[in-house]
C-alpha cells in the first residue's frame, strides 16, 4: 500500500503561482508512473500532467501545456507540480496518483490516490 498525501494548496489571484507537493510513504515515485488530476465543482476528475519512472518524461493536458511542470526529489520521495499563470478554470481539487502502467492519462489506470489539496484562482 502507498500512501500520497498533498499540501501546497491556496488561493490565489489570476497570473499568480503555486507549488503544489505530493509525499509518498515511500520510494513510490521511482517506482511508479506519478500523475496529477484536478476536479472542478460538478465535474468529472480530469488529467493535468504525469511524469513516468527513468527515463522521466512528461505529458501535459493540452489547457495547461506551457503553464504547469511536474518534478520530484527522490531523496525525500516527493513530487511537485508547479502551477504558472493560473486562471480561474483552473480552480479545483487537485489530486496526485500512482499507477502500475507505464504510461496513461486514464484515472482508471491509478491505483494509488492522495486525500487531494484545494487551488482557487480568483479573477
Known amino acids: 500500500q502507498v500512501s500520497l498525501v498533498e499540501s501546497g494548496g491556496g488561493s490565489v489571484q489570476t497570473g499568480g503561482s503555486l507549488r503544489l507537493s505530493c509525499a509518498a510513504s515511500?520510494?513510490?515515485?521511482?517506482?511508479?508512473?506519478m500523475g496529477w488530476f484536478r476536479q472542478a465543482p460538478g465535474k468529472e476528475r480530469e488529467f493535468v500532467i504525469a511524469?513516468?519512472?527513468?527515463?522521466?518524461?512528461?505529458i501535459a493536458a493540452d489547457s495547461v501545456q506551457g503553464r504547469f511542470a511536474v518534478s520530484r526529489d527522490h531523496a525525500e520521495n516527493t513530487l511537485y507540480l508547479h502551477m504558472n499563470d493560473l486562471r480561474p478554470e483552473d480552480t479545483g481539487v487537485y489530486y496526485c496518483?500512482?499507477?502500475?502502467?507505464?504510461?496513461?492519462?486514464?484515472?482508471?489506470?491509478?491505483?494509488?490516490w492522495g486525500q487531494g489539496t484545494q487551488v482557487t484562482v480568483s479573477s
Open positions: 511524469m513516468t519512472q527513468f527515463p522521466s518524461s512528461t
Open positions: 496518483a500512482a499507477s502500475r502502467d507505464s504510461w496513461t492519462t486514464s484515472s482508471r489506470d491509478y491505483i494509488y
Open positions: 515511500d520510494r513510490s515515485i521511482s517506482r511508479y508512473l
